[in-house]
């Protein structure tokens, strides 16, 4: 009598051999596992599951590209300066005095000229130019028919530039930038009518409130030709947040900040401190709670202080960025907790812990992810290692991040974008590293670079672009979601 079919049996045979064979060791399989402890059962049912969502993970590649093809990107412009001309103001009336009468406080970045009017001398114009970062500080429409000198001045908007250059202005300012007709049809950098219309672009975390004041007009400038229609200036301690806020009430509907103390300056951490930053989270121009989190050597009191600002980012509800720099162990189980009370949550900084340790065999992102948090990008993430060599780089190249969890951060000053020069790049471009990547927006880049800043947020273009090439996703549409996951995120309207 033979247990096991041989070669010369029929498949049927085998079949009907097999069948049995398995359901008996599937029974046996079953009743072990049935007799170890409640522990060890626990422990069996996490591991299934880890596996299950670990496996719904890799599948999400195909489905955020199935998305990515319906997607229509949206077609929209930043004009980097507003034009504003001002009629019937008095003789007496220079660009300090509209300086004074027409704007709330004094703003360095508006462009004012005065021009006397060739058909009734006694009356002057104004040209105001307005740039895109200082709309929402200078509403001039508002002071439309208001007084000055005993006179109602009128305000239009110059749509386009043909327009203005069909009035014919006789210059009398001290320092007069264009002399005559001429010259302003060929001088467009004083005449800036421009717009940029290719993308539309959210910094989500920056620290330009470090830099030096004299480098943040042209910062901004390049910010506004870049195309970044607003900014979020990331704090990591409440001096940081003292200068972030003076900053943004300068600019309002521009700028924004975030209310948090990250694990490495927990020394500053003082009894009151939670009640200051409380208060800075109830500012209507904070946006989120952080930057907060846990590094690799976290202890009990950096547990506790990364517990209580997710407790105030549930208390005044707004969204929660953190930070993970070789805490993976301690900081998901936490996060797991407050989940469900979180409005979002958005990862930082972040760094693996860098040990193949079953059954986590691949950078514990993925389970940030799975929450639904958002993953900051920007050029530091493209160097990141800890389990392999730029692992993240590998990540995006196979699709494992999804566009609609990714939200742009120059990291401003300190972009360090790809510490490449031009020719660099364009090597990379040239034989097909970067598919999308253009060399207009490197070279503008690249111009607006200088020795005294390592970068501004004007290198989002570039980044939004080598991003693109790697996801394989067409930066339009890239663009657009990542802005409206801004949106979303930080609850702008």
């Not at 004074?100 to 060739?118: A, H, R, T």
Request: charged letters at 25%.
């Amino acid at each position: 009598m033979k247990f096991l079919p041989d070669d010369s049996d029929s498949l049927f045979v085998k079949v009907c051999y097999a069948v049995p064979i398995s359901c008996v060791t599937f029974l046996l399989t079953f009743y072990s596992i049935a007799l170890l402890s409640s522990a060890n059962r626990k422990y069996y049912r996490l591991l299934f599951k880890h596996f299950i969502n670990l496996i719904s993970f890799y599948q999400q590649k195909k489905t955020w590209r199935k998305r990515i093809e319906t997607f229509v990107a949206k077609k929209e412009t930043i004009e980097t300066f507003t034009t504003y001309v001002v009629e019937n103001l008095g003789s007496g009336v220079h660009e300090k005095t509209l300086e004074k009468s027409l704007l709330q406080k004094e703003e360095s970045d508006v462009i004012i000229n005065v021009y006397v009017d060739l058909k009734n001398t006694s009356q002057r114009k104004a040209l105001i130019q307005v740039p895109y970062h200082c709309r929402k500080s200078c509403d001039l429409m508002s002071c439309n028919n208001t007084k000055i000198d005993d006179r109602k001045i009128s305000i239009k908007v110059v749509k386009k530039r043909k327009h203005l250059l069909q009035k014919d202005f006789k210059l009398v300012s001290p320092k007069p930038c264009v002399i005559s007709t001429e010259e302003r049809h060929c001088d467009n950098e004083v005449w800036k009518m421009g717009s940029h219309t290719e993308y539309l672009l959210i910094d989500g975390g920056n620290s330009i409130m470090n830099i030096d004041k004299q480098f943040l007009t042209s910062v901004l400038t390049n910010s506004d030709e870049a195309g970044i229609q607003c900014m979020v200036l990331t704090c990591r301690n409440l001096k940081e947040i003292k200068q972030a806020v003076r900053l943004c009430e300068r600019y309002p509907g521009y700028m924004y900040f975030t209310a948090g103390v990250e694990p490495s300056y927990i020394d500053q951490w003082k009894e009151g401190s939670l009640a200051g930053l409380e208060k800075y989270a109830e500012h209507p121009q904070c946006v989120a709670i952080g930057e907060c989190g846990l590094l690799g050597t976290s202890s009990d009191k950096q547990e506790e202080i990364f517990r209580q600002q997710i407790e105030l980012a549930c208390k005044v509800r707004k969204p929660l960025w953190f930070c993970s720099v070789k805490a993976d162990d301690r900081l998901i189980p936490i996060l797991q907790e407050y989940k469900d009370r979180l409005t979002g949550m958005c990862v930082g900084e972040y760094e693996p812990m860098g040990r193949k340790v079953f059954p986590h065999l691949i950078p514990r992102l993925w389970e940030l992810l799975q929450m639904g948090s958002y993953v900051s990008v920007s050029s530091w993430s493209m160097s990141l290692g800890g389990y392999t060599t730029n692992w993240f780089r590998d990540w995006l190249d196979k699709g494992y991040i999804s566009p609609y969890n990714v939200i742009f951060t120059s990291t401003a000053p300190d972009t360090e974008v790809f510490n490449h020069d031009l020719k660099d790049l364009m090597k990379k471009r040239a034989s097909g590293g970067f598919k999308y990547l253009q060399k207009g927006t490197v070279e503008r880049y690249y111009i607006n670079s200088s020795e005294e800043m390592d970068g501004d947020p004007s290198c989002l273009p570039v980044l939004l672009e080598v991003i693109s090439s790697h996801l394989n996703c067409p930066p339009q549409k890239l663009a657009s979601i990542t802005t409206n996951n801004a949106q979303t995120f930080f609850n702008f309207k």
